[in-house]
């Protein structure tokens, strides 16, 4: 049961993130041993600097503080833990070198995958809840732009974050902000909430759970709904 409630988790997270305007793919790390892969990540996304939906008048605040001056990557997994010390990358991406060496090559925006760079991600990927306070970031500028990179845990089981240490998103994020996009509770002139579910493909149940509810679902409802 934990195994189908994680993975309805991770597509309510991409759809989180597609409402946010993030494209994601999740990512296998190979191995060279026969019949085995070295590790996975959950969420690599990508979000553009100047993306728009004013039309659908969602007012509320950005918790994912996206890029308006470059190109976002997003680098996350999902964690269904009851601690923040438990939210980490998987080993197998984040302290092996080779993994790390695929996963910026699958990005695809550098020249090359060097020593000083593989450096610069395990030093991201590593970092705990007491190394700083807000989201794991850099930027960087190569010759196709500027990019900032992302790193986070996402953790629907955990309470709110409160501003110290490593930045996570919480339950609680990811159920308010879907809400308010697509609840038909509230109806605007410039963009309709009733319309053919079908057209979301995966998202089909996870939509009409949402549009079905007459008021805000909590994470609770969710996983009593899913992990059926």
Not at 52 to 79: C, G
């Amino acid at each position: 049961m934990e195994k189908k409630l994680n993975s309805n988790y991770e597509n309510l997270i991409k759809l989180y993130l597609r409402l946010k305007g993030y494209l994601t793919s999740n990512l296998i790390l190979h191995s060279e041993i026969k019949g085995f892969s070295a590790s996975e990540l959950d969420i690599i996304g990508i979000r553009m600097p100047l993306h728009n939906q004013d039309f659908r008048k969602v007012q509320i605040e950005d918790y994912m503080e996206s890029s308006n001056d470059s190109i976002e990557i997003l680098i996350a997994d999902v964690k269904n833990v009851n601690s923040l010390f438990r939210a980490k990358f998987n080993d197998g991406l984040s302290n092996n070198l080779e993994s790390i060496k695929q996963l910026i090559g699958w990005i695809g925006v550098f020249n090359n995958e060097n020593k000083s760079l593989i450096d610069k991600f395990k030093y991201f990927l590593n970092l705990s809840i007491n190394d700083l306070n807000g989201f794991a970031t850099f930027q960087e500028v190569t010759d196709f732009g500027k990019f900032t990179f992302k790193f986070t845990i996402f953790c629907p089981n955990l309470n709110k974050w409160d501003g110290n240490g490593f930045k996570y998103i919480h339950g609680e994020e990811i159920m308010d902000f879907i809400w308010e996009c697509l609840n038909k509770q509230t109806e605007i002139e410039s963009c309709s909430r009733s319309y053919n579910y079908e057209n979301w493909n995966e998202f089909e149940e996870y939509i009409r759970f949402f549009k079905n509810s007459i008021q805000k679902p909590t994470i609770k409802d969710f996983e009593k709904e899913f992990n059926k």
